[in-house]
T-cell receptor, first 110, second 114 residues
């Protein structure tokens, strides 16, 4: 039931790009992306809604394939501050609760 | 423009004691969510509340755990007779009454059970 994220971990150098994928076995109404640094709270990045609406961060983009129940987060020209664990949170529409994915650890090196 | 507030930030309890975690949502937000994060793991949904109502408690353990969001005051997550397995970070999030259901997280309460 928990969405599966891939890759589990990725190491980048500053300026490189990364794609993080989130795949659910259930029909989705929305997908929410968060970044969490160690010992801190998750920080909201992006929300994607069924039907194509998006709302979120200026420097981060994402896609949502409703038919495949998948979402991808695109990080371009990565900065050191992008390091952290990225979680997708999925919502099936029945209530507002989010089911979070397995997480992707991103490390950006100078 | 205060964000979601949680207190205490750190809580130490001995086995068998009670833990009370508090959450004040962002101004204008009427929906509150509690999530638990075990060490080195992801976030697990526990409960979703609106003022004076529990909307979805499908993630709450059947025993020892309860939550409320009264008409006045913060939301409370209560854990009775704590056990070592309850040691975790407990995050509260809030969202506005309308819109896209963006959930903003508080700093969390780190519960340690000795």
């Amino acid at each position: 039931q928990q969405p599966v994220q891939s890759p589990q971990a990725v190491i980048l150098r500053e300026g490189e790009d990364a794609v993080i994928n989130c795949s659910s076995s259930k029909a989705l109404y929305s997908v929410h992306w968060y970044r969490q640094k160690h010992g801190e709270a998750p920080v909201f990045l992006m929300i994607l809604l069924k039907g194509g609406e998006q709302k979120g961060h200026e420097k981060i983009s994402a896609s949502f394939n409703e038919k495949k129940q998948q979402s991808s987060l695109y990080l371009t020209a990565s900065q050191l501050s992008y390091s952290g664990t990225y979680f997708c949170g999925t919502n099936g529409g029945a209530t507002n609760k989010l089911i979070f994915g397995t997480g992707t650890l991103l490390a950006v090196q100078p | 423009n205060a964000g979601v507030m949680q207190n205490p930030r750190h809580l130490v309890r001995r086995r068998g004691q009670e833990a009370r975690l508090r959450c004040s949502p962002m101004k204008g937000h009427s929906h509150v969510y509690w999530y638990r994060q075990l060490p080195e793991e992801g976030l697990k949904f526990m409960v979703y509340l609106q003022k004076e109502n529990i909307i979805d408690e499908s993630g709450m353990p059947k025993e020892r755990f309860s939550a409320e969001f009264p008409k006045e005051g913060p939301s409370i997550l209560r854990i009775q007779q704590v056990v070592r397995g309850d040691s975790a970070a407990y995050f509260c999030a809030s969202s506005p009454p309308s819109g896209y259901n963006e959930q903003f997280f508080g700093p969390g309460t780190r519960l340690t059970v000795l």
